[in-house]
């Protein structure tokens, strides 16, 4: 008697098998709203791919021959975010340096969207650098605060609620120190109905109108079920970099209808994530396009701050663990990262001793690298891990002094911020820099300030649109060539 078959089991083929695989890598997706870092076939998730990032979108690497320009320009040596990599691309700064050397005006912007009542660490290094930046180059800075953004994008979030989180993330970026003489924080909401936006939303609705849903929906990956207001706030993130859009700022007249070309002609540059590009590319790719152009703002991109749990992973307010809050205390933040910071160590300490740390995928390591100051003590402790020498928990401890140092410190300038500051900071007005002290190249010739659209009249005594006074100049230089050509036949 022969033995029954085994039931038939359905297996796949080595083609079918592959196909499986590919199906399960996905590709890193970056958008001002979504990060999600790149898998392998087996599920892996693997570390940020920023040079692929920077390729694709087209920015430039940040190389050693600018930061040697930027120091003999500047007289500072790079921030250390700059020498490690850690803001690693950039478009057009050497326009911006260009612009320093004449000592010519740029203004600085920077934002937050606020989805908490309390900022991790990943959201104050691009405020610490911009601080940075306006330290050394003595200009002044805005500060937008999109809490319509996050209510339009972030669906369980009221407008009341959200409204909240911006003025105490105001809050928390006034603790970073800025000087409140050059800085002017605002809250969209606020700001928009104030009577002092006048000019923001005038370049506001000409940008909406060079901008068309194809463009928009290309930039961002929006679809036919996003709503209109996510359409449309991409147009108020990008005029918010255009001087003109803040005249008060400048001491000009804020109430008038017209627009300042001089303002307009004024440089921006913006220091950002590199999630917040394809906003910058919009602009980037329009702002000439308007009545009174602008220059395209510059851009530093910085990388993200790593999750708790490694690799791949971005910090997130919905996600306590992934990140270390302001507000963390100091057991709370010692706890974070000995039960949550994944390390580059081995199983075993014995292990460990024998092959070595990896400290480039060690978040500990990695938080080390954007807080400690010193180079060479910093490559100490990568040496040290990569031979077995140090250990993770020493690597732990280490981490865990300077975040709870690095956190202690801002929670002592945040308990100094009163109501009074930050109306101070939120209110429109004049502000007050000095820009490059000692210039070395001759400034531009400025350029004479044009009539307004509108503002030439026509026969019948009325103002004419821009193009009804193009046609009518064109028209004017051709009768001014007929009577020239019939003077000249005459005189034959």
């Known amino acids: 008697m022969t033995e029954p078959e085994p039931p038939a089991v359905a297996t796949l083929s080595l083609a079918e098998t592959a196909t499986e695989s590919v199906k399960q890598a996905t590709e890193q997706e970056i958008n001002p709203w979504d990060v999600q870092a790149a898998t392998d076939d087996q599920g892996n998730v693997l570390e940020f791919d920023y040079e692929a990032i920077s390729q694709k979108w087209a920015t430039k690497l940040i190389d050693d021959a600018l930061l040697e320009r930027f120091e003999r320009v500047t007289g500072h040596k790079p921030h250390r975010w700059l020498r490690r990599g850690l803001f690693f691309s950039h478009r057009d700064v050497e326009l911006i340096l260009d612009t320093y050397e004449r000592g010519e005006d740029f203004l600085l912007y920077t934002g937050r969207g606020p989805s908490s009542d309390s900022m991790h660490i990943g959201h104050t290094i691009p405020f610490e650098f911009t601080k940075w930046l306006q330290d050394v180059f003595d200009v002044p800075l805005v500060i937008m605060l999109t809490d319509d953004e996050k209510f339009l994008f972030k669906e369980k979030l009221k407008q009341p609620e959200v409204y909240q989180y911006a003025r105490g993330n105001a809050m928390d970026i006034i603790s970073i120190g800025f000087d409140v003489k050059k800085t002017f924080i605002y809250i969209d909401s606020e700001f928009f109905t104030s009577g002092y936006n006048r000019h923001f939303n005038l370049n506001s609705t000409e940008f909406e109108k060079l901008v068309t849903n194809n463009q928009v929906r290309g930039a961002f990956g929006f679809h036919g079920s996003t709503n209109i207001g996510s359409n449309a706030f991409a147009a108020k993130q990008c005029v918010a970099a255009f001087a003109s859009s803040y005249p008060f700022i400048f001491g000009e007249d804020y109430k008038t209808y ?35 152009s602008s220059p395209k703002p510059a851009l530093i991109h910085s990388k993200f701050l790593t999750a708790l749990q490694g690799a791949g992973g971005k910090m997130s307010s919905s996600n306590p663990n992934s990140a270390v809050f302001m507000d963390d205390t100091e057991k709370q933040v010692k706890n974070k990262i000995n039960k949550h910071a994944f390390s580059g160590g081995q199983e075993t300490m014995e292990l460990h001793r024998e092959k070595g740390g990896n400290p480039d995928i060690d978040v500990p390591f990695q938080y080390l690298s954007y807080f400690e100051e010193d180079d060479e003590k910093l490559k100490k402790f990568a040496a040290d891990y990569r031979k077995g020498e140090m250990g993770t928990g020493d690597m732990k401890k280490e981490c865990i002094t300077m975040m709870n140092t690095y956190v202690k410190k801002f929670q002592e300038a945040r308990a100094k911020v009163t109501d009074e500051m930050l109306e101070e900071f939120l209110r429109p007005r004049k502000l007050e820099w000095k820009g490059n002290p000692n210039p070395t190249r001759p400034k531009l010739e400025p350029k004479e300030e044009t009539e307004p ?6 026969s019948d005594g009325k103002p004419m649109t821009k193009n009804a006074a193009k046609k009518a100049a064109k028209l004017a230089e051709l009768e001014k060539k007929k009577r020239e050509k019939a003077a000249a036949a005459a005189q034959k």
Request: glycine share 4%; aromatic share 4%.
């Open 453 to 458: 659209a509108g503002a030439e009249v026509g």
């Open 258 to 292: 017209h627009r300042s070309a001089k303002l307009a002609a004024i440089p921006c540059l913006i220091p950002c994530a590199i999630d917040q590009d394809p906003y910058f590319r919009l602009v980037r790719e329009n702002c000439s396009r308007m009545d009174q």
